[in-house]
């Protein structure tokens, strides 16, 4: 079965950090661009970050940009997403994707169930 | 920030068909592929359309997209109550982001 678990969600203090992690199974991980999307409580959708198959491209909402950092272990079919100076307006569930080919301009075709983050003093 | 507009709600009874419109720019739908999600209450989001109108193995034919220039269109005949759910179209912009719709709440009346 293919499925994407997020993990390492929870509550942050402004200005502080968080890494978040995805665990991929059931297809060849290394074929597929992967992204982040978050939805912040009763909105819509917003594309957060975004990583090719190796690796070696990647791309960020502007809200992000230079905030946070994905990366990903293909050896451990493993996505992350680190998190630093994190602001109350981060606050939203946390969905790990797959693309549905290579690069991450293509359309997303599985979603894992999210992870929660909090960001509140 | 959505760049891609959608109509807040769609409404129909049982069998009606129902068109959502998404309106964008140049720099996302006008020269990239559009895709549409759709979100039913209390889950993850799934992959409706793809590249304008291809559909993934197992989305029912009674769902449809096209593009015309600027703007694409998602249309659900034979509306049935499991399709009550939170519908956004999608594209790649070239300013280098995916963005979302403003996203649409269809309701079966």
């Known amino acids: 079965e293919v499925q994407l678990v997020e993990s390492g969600g929870g509550v942050a203090r402004p200005g502080g950090s968080l890494r978040l992690s995805c665990a991929a199974s059931g297809f060849t991980f290394d074929n597929h661009g992967m992204s982040w999307v978050r939805q912040a409580p009763g909105k819509g959708l917003e594309w957060v970050s975004g990583i090719n198959w190796n690796g070696g491209s990647t791309g960020y909402a502007d809200s992000v940009k230079g905030r946070f950092t994905s990366s990903r272990d293909n050896a451990k079919n493993s996505l992350y997403l680190q998190m630093n100076s994190l602001r109350a307006e981060d606050t939203a569930l946390y969905h790990c994707?797959?693309?549905?080919?290579?690069?991450?301009?293509?359309?997303?075709?599985?979603w894992g169930q999210g992870t929660t983050v909090t960001v509140s003093s | 920030q959505s760049v891609l507009t959608q109509p807040p709600s769609a409404s129909g009874t049982p069998g009606q068909r129902v068109t959502i419109s998404c309106s964008g720019s140049s720099s996302n739908i006008g020269s990239n592929t559009v895709n549409w999600y759709h979100q039913l209450p209390g889950t993850a989001p799934k992959l409706l359309i793809y590249?304008?109108?291809q559909r993934p193995s197992g989305v029912p034919d009674r769902f449809s997209g096209s593009k015309s220039g600027t703007s694409a269109s998602l249309a659900i005949s034979g509306l049935q109550s499991e399709d009550e759910a939170d519908y956004y179209c999608?594209?790649?912009?070239?300013?280098?982001?995916?963005?979302f719709g403003t996203g649409t709440k269809v309701t079966v009346l």
């Open positions: 999608a594209a790649w912009d070239d300013s280098l982001s995916y963005v």
């Open positions: 994707v797959r693309q549905t080919d290579n690069y991450y301009y293509y359309g997303m075709d599985v």
């Open positions: 590249s304008n109108y």
